[in-house]
T-cell receptor
C-alpha cells in the first residue's frame, strides 16, 4: 500500500448506529487530519493530530470522536449522527516542521458516508 | 467575507482550449499557494504549489500569483478530457495547522 488509504470507501448508517472510519498513511508523516467535504462547500477541517496529539478541534460536535493511536493511523468514531452529517470524509497527512509550518498535505480517497 | 473565494463553475470548454481557473483571498498572511485536482469519487491530489509572486510552469499547467491583488490563477493549455475534474486552490496559514481551501471549480473538457 502506498500513500494514504481509507476504509471503508462507502458507509451507510442509521442515526442510532456506531461506526468507525479508518485512515492509514504510509508516507512517514507526523501529522494527520480529518476533513469533511459536503456538496458545493469548501473542505472543512475537523481535527488535526501532530505527533499523535490532538492540536486542533475545529468546533466539531461530540458525536464525532477522533483517535490517533500512532503516527500512521487515525480513526474517526461516529455515534448518533444526523442526516446532515452525510458527506465525504477525507483523511490527509503531512510532515509538520519544527518551525511550526507544514509541508504539503496528501489526501486519501475518502469515505462517502450516508446517514439515514 | 470568506478567506478564499473561488467560482464553483461548472466551466465547460472544448478539447484544446486554454482554461483559466482563479481564486481570490483576503488574508495577507498566506505565504504560499497550492492547486489540488480532485477527480470524481477520489481525494484531492496536489497539482502545483508556488511560494512567490509570478509564474510557475509544469508541462501544460501554469500557476500564477499576484500578491498585490491577492489573486491566484491556474492556466491549463491544450486542455484534454482527462483534465475534467474539480480544481481547488489551497493556502496554508502561517499560524494555523491546516489548509484553507476554496470551494473548488468543476471543469468539464468536452472531446
Amino acid at each position: 500500500e502506498t500513500g494514504v488509504t481509507q476504509t471503508p470507501r462507502h458507509l451507510v448508517m442509521g442515526m442510532t448506529n456506531k461506526k468507525s472510519l479508518k485512515c492509514e498513511q504510509h508516507l512517514g508523516h507526523n501529522a494527520m487530519y480529518w476533513y469533511k467535504q459536503s456538496a458545493k462547500k469548501p473542505l472543512e477541517l475537523m481535527f488535526v493530530y501532530s505527533l499523535e496529539e490532538r492540536v486542533e478541534n475545529n468546533s466539531v460536535p461530540s458525536r464525532f470522536s477522533p483517535e490517533c493511536p500512532n503516527s500512521s493511523h487515525l480513526f474517526l468514531h461516529l455515534h448518533t449522527l444526523q442526516p446532515e452529517d452525510s458527506a465525504l470524509y477525507l483523511c490527509a497527512s503531512s510532515q509538520d516542521r519544527a518551525s511550526g509550518g507544514q509541508e504539503t498535505q496528501y489526501f486519501g480517497p475518502g469515505t462517502r458516508l450516508l446517514v439515514l | 467575507q470568506k478567506e478564499v473565494e473561488q467560482d464553483p463553475g461548472p466551466l465547460s470548454v472544448p478539447e484544446g482550449a486554454i482554461v483559466s481557473l482563479n481564486c481570490t483571498y483576503s488574508n495577507s498572511a498566506f505565504q504560499y499557494f497550492m492547486w489540488y485536482r480532485q477527480y470524481s469519487r477520489k481525494g484531492p491530489e496536489l497539482l502545483m504549489y508556488t511560494y512567490s509572486s509570478g509564474n510557475k510552469e509544469d508541462g501544460r499547467f501554469t500557476a500564477q500569483v499576484d500578491k498585490s491583488s491577492k489573486y491566484i490563477s491556474l492556466f491549463i493549455r491544450d486542455s484534454q478530457p482527462s483534465d475534467s475534474a474539480t480544481y481547488l486552490c489551497a493556502m496554508p496559514h502561517s499560524s494555523r495547522r491546516a489548509l484553507t481551501f476554496g470551494s473548488g471549480t468543476r471543469l468539464q473538457v468536452q472531446p
